[in-house]
């Protein structure tokens, strides 16, 4: 039987059963869901980062402070200004009244005192609103979290910076203790109406200490953190007490207050304060953004608004308010509806202390300092400086005659020719009557004599900085100059020859106290001899206490004044700068007004304003007022606090001379006037006078007894180099004194050299020789020998004997000298 053949088994391969799609989708959303968390855990990590580098470090966190500006005090303890950003007053937590806390807390962070920096309850209720909102409407931050976005952050409503804020809330927890976060939030956060802190806020809405506020102020003011530019009483009064009644409420559901407390307050009447729209309520402005200006160099911006420094300055308030009150009705009183602006500046001569600044009439007005920033031509107020040079350098003395007449200087395009501001000329002056009755020519005169550069090097030492002009009408006040520099240099004068820099700032204190700067008197001590301070002292009394002087009719009962008065051409300024031994003060005025084809300011004439009968009124209102409150200061002060001159040894290498009246040359027996003068020695002159007869031999060695010198010295030598040191103003017996009077004429210009012989032993006799030809001074006018008082004066040589006889009988003496 035939077996039927087997069938291969084939093996079939086994079908996969298909997932359902809902398993297929179901485990493609997991690897998504697994693929972002990945994704966007590895991003969390990211940004916490990059955010944790962003955030201030621990102990920026534990020093934690509010923003404080700075405070500039005067020296009497007036705050001036408290420069800074934010107008905020700090408070210790004691100081904050109970409700206040409560009310805050209560409205603003219910679990303040539970949680750590984030409350979870309070981000669930944030979430679920802005879901609701479909918008970013509410943050959920605690109080923590506010304090750190007001101190470190911006108000930028973002992820990025909630996280910061979170994570900088949760340090801020670990550095500080619940109280000074309070503290510091109380002091920091905004309450609207530019009230940053509580404190503040109390003074801007109530006009109250916090101490004396209610339940329902506290309420209201709780209310206004929130949203504060919206619920300030100031913008929407009823806006703010329906926000007090849901903070009211809201204590009184949490059990911060009573149900009688909550009726009680819920029914007062709040009364709220206008607000002061102000711009800079500073005291002394322009002395504070003089010192402001100082400070910036200093310290940096951000340092002054921010760091709470304590600048102490020189400046007095009570004489500040003299100041501006002297100045602003001394313009409108004695003005004569012409000036319209005006400066003024006081300082201490002993040390530099600005003690008043007024750089204007109206800080609101213009804010430029007038004192500091300007420069305006001073007139005959400059004249004191080219007399100081001459003194100091042994030319003049105070009764030193100078002739005022007409006279005539090579100049381009056309020869300079001074006049004199009344027109006439006055014959032969003395120093002291041409300071007084404020005469030009005899300064040009002068300046020509001592030459510009030598009077620009004296002005220097005297604190001026302006550039000045090389010429000669720089005499007569052509180069401009600023009030405080004038004051500076006659501060000189009452100081006894020494410059003190002009000082605004005495010490300046950190946020704790603790100086970090701290200034001293700036004192260069004998910029002029002080001889010759002590002159130009005597000098300068005389515009005041002379009768006839600019200043007399104002100035002469106020006895211990000293200063001279300043006119510019046209009159378009005025001045007087002037002193007592305690202060010195700068006044000019001016008629300002804005150009409206220019767009910028001019300054026009004013007829009949002169220094001496606006600016010295202003001077004595303010000095009489001032100077009493110096003296006090002065009074209090204890031996050191102002720096003294280091004692030098006196020298006493001098040696004194006859000097001819008329030329300054060593006198000869034929000079009429001689007078006896002190050099330091080297700086004498070395020839005989050639304007008169000689009688002695030509070629002689002999020396008459008026060449020798005093007794015990020796004789004179050549004259010094240049370079030599000016010699110091005299004081010894036989020297022309501030009240003797004299007839010293001085050289107006410089003779040639003359060799001189070897000097012979004083025991030799002078040897008498008739002159081979003589030099005489003769008048233009008459052709006869010139007097003191004829005006215009040639030098004419004759044969011996030749020599007009007669003396001029045209010119006389003027009125008083006769």
Known sequence: ????????????????????????????????????????????????????????????????????????????????????????????????????????????????????????????????????????????????????????????????????????????????????????????????????????????????????????????????????????????????????????????????????????????????????RKGVAYKAPYFVFYVLKQLTEEYGADQIYKAGLTVETTLNWQMQQAAEQALREGIKRYGRGQVTQGALIAIDPKTGYIRAMVGGVDFATSQYNATTQGRRQPGSAFKPIVYCAAIDRGLLTPDSRIVDAPVSYPSYPKPYRPQNADGRYHGSVTVRQAIAFSINIPAVKTIAMVKPDTVIEYAKKLGIQSPLEPNLSLALGSSAVSPLEMAVAYSVFASGGNRCEPMAIVRVRDSEGRIIQENAPNITFGVISEETAKIMDELLKAPVHTPGGTAYRVLHDFPEARGKTGTTDEGRDAWFVGYTPELVTAVWVAREVMDPAKKQKVYLPMPRIFGGTVCAPIWKEFMSKAVPLQKQWLNKLEPGDVPEKPQQPESVDTVTLTL??????????????????????????????????????????????????????????????????????????????????????????????????????????????????ERVRICVDSGLLATRYCPEVVVKTFPAGRAPQRRCNLHRPPPGEE
């Open 1 to 276: 039987m035939r077996s039927r053949p087997r069938r291969r088994s084939v093996t079939r391969p086994l079908r996969r059963r298909r997932r359902p799609i809902w398993q297929r989708l179901l485990i493609y959303l997991l690897l998504l869901v697994l693929l972002g968390i990945v994704v966007g855990g590895g991003y969390l990590v990211v940004l916490l980062v990059q955010v944790s580098q962003m955030l201030p470090s621990s102990e920026q966190i534990a020093n934690l402070k509010p923003y404080v500006g700075t405070r500039i005090l005067s020296q009497d303890g007036v705050v001036l200004a408290t420069l800074t950003n934010e107008r905020r007053e700090l408070a210790k937590l004691s100081e904050f009244p109970k409700p206040l806390i409560d009310a805050i807390v209560a409205i603003e962070d219910s679990q303040f005192y539970q949680h750590r920096g984030i409350s979870p309850k309070a981000v669930f209720r944030a979430v679920w609103v802005n879901l609701r909102e479909g918008r970013y409407a509410q943050g959920g931050s605690t109080i923590t979290m506010q304090l750190a976005r007001n101190a470190f952050l911006t108000q930028k409503k973002t992820f990025h910076r909630k996280l910061q804020e979170a994570l900088l809330a949760l340090q801020i927890e670990q550095h500080l203790t619940k109280e000074q976060i309070m503290e510091t939030y109380l002091n920091e956060v905004y309450f609207g109406s530019g009230a940053y802190g509580a404190k503040t806020a109390a003074r801007v809405y109530f006009d109250k200490p916090l101490n004396k506020l209610t339940l329902a102020e506290c309420a209201l003011l709780a209310g206004l953190v929130r949203r504060p530019s919206v619920y300030s009483p100031h913008e929407n009064m009823e806006l703010a007490l329906r926000r007090q009644q849901v903070v009211l409420k809201r204590m009184l559901e949490l059990g911060f207050i009573n149900q009688q407390e909550y009726e009680q307050a819920r029914n007062e009447r709040i009364r709220i304060v206008p607000l002061r």
């Open 660 to 773: 001819c009246d008329d030329t300054g040359m060593i006198a000869t027996p034929a000079c009429p006037r001689t007078h006896r003068f002190t050099f330091r020695r080297g700086e004498e002159p070395a020839e005989r006078c050639t304007l008169h007869g000689v009688r002695t031999p030509a070629g002689s060695d002999a020396v008459s007894p008026a060449e020798q010198p005093e007794s015990g010295q020796p004789t004179a030598t050549p004259p010094s180099s240049p370079e030599t040191p000016p010699p110091p103003a005299i004081t010894t017996p036989g020297t022309p004194t501030i009240g003797e009077p004299t007839t010293l004429q001085p050289r107006v210009s410089t003779p040639p050299p003359v060799s001189t012989p070897s000097a012979p032993r004083l025991s030799e006799p002078p040897v008498v020789r008739p002159p081979a030809t």
